[in-house]
């Protein structure tokens, strides 16, 4: 499932004044359950300086404990106020597959430093991404341009392209065949309890984001009593893991593609795409039909295109950065804008790390259906009425037919016993759909749903929306949630769509897009 700031009023929301109960000081600095070595920090050798990162011996198989041991990198900046100090806080950017090591960077930003400061802040990259060992790489240049078009036009281009993602699944078989049963999100959330323990916390805070929401809700299912604060942001929903969410985003990617179009259109005397959304709709599949025959610079051909304007979905404070790339080359045939927005959000190309661990995850996780004809018949209906990411996201997920692990997830995502938790949710999000935010809310009873309405983004805290933020940092300073509600429990006006800059001629991202690699 890989990621404009208006300042909005927070008048109205209803924020409790009570604060929920959280553990004492001595429980959050009672000492370790942890057995293995502690672990030995030192500076990040490519992070900001008072950032440490350290492994964690954790076992590849944890019914086998005494078996085969895998390493988990780990980074922290640790608390400065020692006087209103609130524990580890661990973050997760989603993917699967995103590493999270620079988050204790990343997160003093969108903490604010006087709350950062408080809190220990833990990044880690998850089994088989980055800096663990090992690292699965299966194949680094799967994602080398030009790839065959996405969308088959007959029977025998569907089947290289399956043929093609069954030769990936047996290069990882090949690769780490040892390892891929044992890369599931229990896993994962397991080796975050034992991060905790090398720590030597009674107690963890966590906030994930995309990805990252389901794997902090298993591990809140399976550790209910070491969770201190959860914070879920742009939410999987657990009842669709993972075959039906990746169909699920492409009716909603195809939603958000329309309001970009729509968007491009208001703005004609910039863009000269037309005045309509089908207008600049047909001027973007003109021009990847264009690519498809002759790809910009050997680089950026149909899929490469789709890839790069995919990250429209997730923010919309790219919007323009794409509009201008499409309305150079659509109109003036000029390739470095669309080549240069490829490198900045579509290139994968050259180390195929974090797919790698996508495929190990999502394929081992949950049962995928093997025979090809049900998902000939389900992606075909899909594109019908979803043309936009149906077959790309088809063939991004399609080695889980042939995986050599046989899916299985018997872990039903449960937060009864969590006493207190805080979810965010953007009712347009295309990358979670709003449902998701809706089905994991039904299943902790006592947390709070905080909807942005319609705003179409993905990834809504510490993002500058005054309204999503004070909510968060309340909650991250003290325990304080909105009122209870029926439904969502808080509603925040969206951010604002953007305005085409005086000047259409950037090849970098907008200010405001924060994005980080290993954020979806």
């Given at each position: 499932?890989?990621?404009?700031?208006?300042?909005?009023?927070?008048?109205?929301?209803?924020?409790?004044?009570?604060?929920?109960?959280?553990?004492?000081?001595?429980?959050?600095?009672?000492?370790?359950?942890?057995?293995s070595p502690a672990p030995v920090w030192e500076q990040c050798a490519a992070l900001p300086a008072?950032?440490e990162c350290a492994s964690v011996t954790v076992p590849l198989d944890y019914d086998r404990p005494?078996?085969?041991?895998?390493?988990?990198?780990?980074?922290?900046?640790?608390?400065?106020?020692?006087?209103?100090?609130?524990?580890?806080?661990?973050?997760?950017?989603?993917?699967?597959?995103?590493?999270?090591?620079?988050?204790?960077?990343?997160?003093?930003?969108?903490?604010?430093?006087?709350?950062?400061?408080?809190?220990?802040?833990?990044?880690?990259?998850?089994?088989?991404?980055?800096?663990?060992?090992?690292?699965?790489?299966?194949?680094?240049?799967?994602?080398?341009?030009?790839?065959?078009?996405?969308?088959?036009?007959?029977?025998?281009?569907?089947?290289?392209?399956?043929?093609?993602?069954?030769?990936?699944?047996?290069?990882?078989?090949?690769?780490?065949?040892?390892?891929?049963?044992?890369?599931?999100?229990?896993?994962?959330?397991?080796?975050?309890?034992?991060?905790?323990?090398?720590?030597?916390?009674?107690?963890?805070?966590?906030?994930?984001?995309?990805?990252?929401?389901?794997?902090?809700?298993?591990?809140?299912?399976?550790?209910?009593?070491?969770?201190?604060?959860?914070?879920?942001?742009?939410?999987?929903?657990?009842?669709?893991?993972?075959?039906?969410?990746?169909?699920?985003?492409?009716?909603?990617?195809?939603?958000?593609?329309?309001?970009?179009?729509?968007?491009?259109?208001?703005?004609?005397?910039?863009?000269?795409?037309?005045?309509?959304?089908?207008?600049?709709?047909?001027?973007?599949?003109?021009?990847?039909?264009?690519?498809?025959?002759?790809?910009?610079?050997?680089?950026?051909?149909?899929?490469?295109?789709?890839?790069?304007?995919?990250?429209?979905?997730?923010?919309?404070?790219?919007?323009?950065?794409?509009?201008?790339?499409?309305?150079?080359?659509?109109?003036?045939g000029e390739t470095a804008p669309l080549v240069a927005a490829y490198g900045t959000y579509g290139?994968?190309?050259?180390?195929?790390?974090?797919?790698?661990?996508?495929?190990?995850?999502?394929?081992?996780?949950?049962?995928?259906?093997?025979?090809?004809?049900?998902?000939?018949?389900?992606?075909?209906?899909?594109?019908?009425?979803?043309?936009?990411?149906?077959?790309?996201?088809?063939?991004?997920?399609?080695?889980?037919?042939?995986?050599?692990?046989?899916?299985?997830?018997?872990?039903?995502?449960?937060?009864?016993?969590?006493?207190?938790?805080?979810?965010?949710?953007?009712?347009?999000?295309?990358?979670?759909?709003?449902?998701?935010?809706?089905?994991?809310?039904?299943?902790?009873?006592?947390?709070?749903?905080?909807?942005?309405?319609?705003?179409?983004?993905?990834?809504?805290?510490?993002?500058?929306?005054?309204?999503?933020?004070?909510?968060?940092?309340?909650?991250?300073?003290?325990?304080?949630?909105?009122?209870?509600?029926?439904?969502?429990?808080?509603?925040?006006?969206?951010?604002?769509?953007?305005?085409?800059?005086?000047?259409?001629?950037?090849?970098?991202?907008?200010?405001?897009?924060?994005?980080?690699?290993?954020?979806?």
């Amino acid at each position: 499932m890989k990621k404009i700031l208006i300042a909005l009023a927070t008048a109205g929301l209803g924020l409790s004044g009570a604060l929920v109960t959280a553990p004492a000081m001595a429980d959050a600095q009672q000492a370790p359950d942890h057995t293995s070595p502690a672990p030995v920090w030192e500076q990040c050798a490519a992070l900001p300086a008072g950032i440490e990162c350290a492994s964690v011996t954790v076992p590849l198989d944890y019914d086998r404990p005494w078996g085969k041991k895998i390493k988990i990198a780990v980074s922290r900046k640790t608390a400065t106020d020692t006087a209103h100090y609130q524990g580890a806080i661990l973050f997760n950017p989603g993917g699967p597959g995103g590493s999270g090591l620079g988050y204790p960077s990343v997160m003093q930003t969108r903490l604010g430093a006087p709350l950062a400061a408080q809190y220990d802040l833990i990044g880690f990259d998850p089994r088989g991404v980055g800096s663990s060992e090992p690292a699965l790489r299966c194949d680094p240049h799967f994602f080398d341009p030009v790839r065959p078009d996405y969308i088959p036009a007959n029977w025998s281009e569907e089947s290289a392209w399956l043929k093609r993602m069954q030769g990936y699944s047996k290069a990882c078989d090949s690769a780490y065949g040892d390892v891929l049963k044992h890369m599931t999100t229990i896993d994962a959330a397991k080796d975050m309890d034992e991060i905790r323990k090398a720590l030597g916390q009674k107690q963890i805070s966590y906030v994930g984001y995309s990805y990252g929401t389901y794997l902090g809700a298993t591990y809140a299912t399976l550790f209910p009593s070491k969770v201190r604060r959860l914070v879920l942001d742009s939410i999987v929903n657990p009842e669709r893991v993972w075959y039906g969410a990746n169909i699920d985003q492409n009716h909603a990617f195809e939603a958000r593609a329309k309001a970009f179009f729509a968007w491009i259109a208001q703005y004609d005397a910039t863009y000269h795409l037309g005045t309509t959304g089908a207008d600049v709709e047909k001027a973007f599949y003109d021009s990847r039909a264009k690519l498809k025959a002759t790809p910009a610079e050997g680089r950026v051909g149909p899929d490469e295109l789709d890839d790069t304007y995919l990250a429209g979905g997730y923010l919309k404070s790219r919007w323009p950065l794409l509009a201008n790339a499409l309305s150079r080359y659509a109109t003036a045939g000029e390739t470095a804008p669309l080549v240069a927005a490829y490198g900045t959000y579509g290139d994968s190309s050259g180390d195929d790390n974090g797919f790698a661990v996508y495929s190990a995850v999502e394929c081992t996780d949950a049962r995928w259906p093997r025979d090809w004809g049900t998902w000939h018949r389900d992606w075909w209906e899909s594109y019908r009425t979803a043309p936009f990411l149906s077959w790309g996201n088809a063939w991004f997920n399609a080695q889980c037919q042939s995986w050599p692990v046989r899916g299985h997830n018997d872990l039903r995502i449960n937060g009864w016993a969590i006493k207190n938790a805080l979810f965010f949710q953007d009712t347009k999000d295309a990358a979670t759909p709003y449902q998701g935010g809706v089905e994991m809310h039904s299943r902790f009873p006592t947390s709070r749903l905080v909807v942005m309405d319609g705003g179409g983004n993905h990834g809504l805290t510490g993002r500058g929306n005054a309204c999503i933020d004070d909510i968060w940092k309340a909650y991250l300073t003290d325990g304080t949630l909105p009122a209870s509600r029926p439904g969502p429990d808080a509603h925040c006006a969206p951010f604002a769509d953007p305005v085409p800059p005086a000047a259409t001629l950037r090849s970098a991202p907008t200010a405001d897009d924060d994005w980080v690699p290993g954020e979806r």
